[in-house]
């Protein structure tokens, strides 16, 4: 008596009758379809072993049932797209979503490569510089009056140009007498420090920052030999304070006041005191002096 061949769900017999191996079960066509075809996604029918079965993205049509959702062209071999899970051919997805290219006014393809910029879309061969034709792809550009030029066209064409180093100024300029600067070459003459946002002053052309113009121009103290900036100021708290205060009038006369800061150096024998005709005699001004005290 031969061994039985049955199937492996319903166990019926499978001598004479055709029948498919699964991981080296046999199953009966019946039984082989109900356990393991697939459901068309347009008709809802299992997809039979004798049929061709056409999946995408984990779903299964047939072939008779793959078709553009807007048209009904077969799909079947051809290029097509998905849009809210519906297949489209090419044309019907193009005409109604695809982008128009901003520079010949016609349709990119989907899955071709698109340039994107501030809601506009270009073919990657139509993304040029306006002044040197050449395709600008991923590198940097700039838009002006409605076209796009790269970045060295652009410089070229229309960037200031630093009067230090004579290169063009792309960002973070700084403007003193009406003249454009890089912001690291707009720097102190003395130091070098850079001084966008600093105080700072110029002599001859040249530009400084307050110490150096104090350090290089400035007067001396003659008791300190610190640079007098402005008001002098007492380095130490013992020391009375000499104040000449220069404002300019239209006779441009001058105007000095000696002041002692502390009144409790009055009597002190280390207060020195100075005699104001002397000092109005000396520099020849026909000024007027004060005492006072802090």
Known sequence: MSERYDCTECKDSLYGQKYILKEEY???IKCYEALFSSKCEKCKKLISCTSKDLSFKDCHWHSECF???NCSRSLVDKPFATKNDLLMCTDCYCLEYSSKCHACLKTIMPGTKKMEHKGNSWHEKCFICKFCQQTIGTKSFVKKDGNNYCLACYEKLFALQCVH???PITTGGVSYHDQPWHKECFVCAGCKMQLAGQRFTSRDDATFCLECFCNLFAKKC?????PISGKMTSHKSSDPILEFDKSHSRNEKFCFRVL???SSWKDSPNCNWFDFNNVSNTFNL???FSRSYA
Not at 222 to 226: I, M
């Open 286 to 288: 026909n000024s007027t």
């Open 222 to 226: 003659a008791h300190c030999t610190n």
């Open 260 to 262: 002692v800061v502390k």
């Open 165 to 167: 180093c004579m290169k």
């Open 67 to 69: 078709l553009c959702n």
């Open 26 to 28: 046999p199953y009966c």
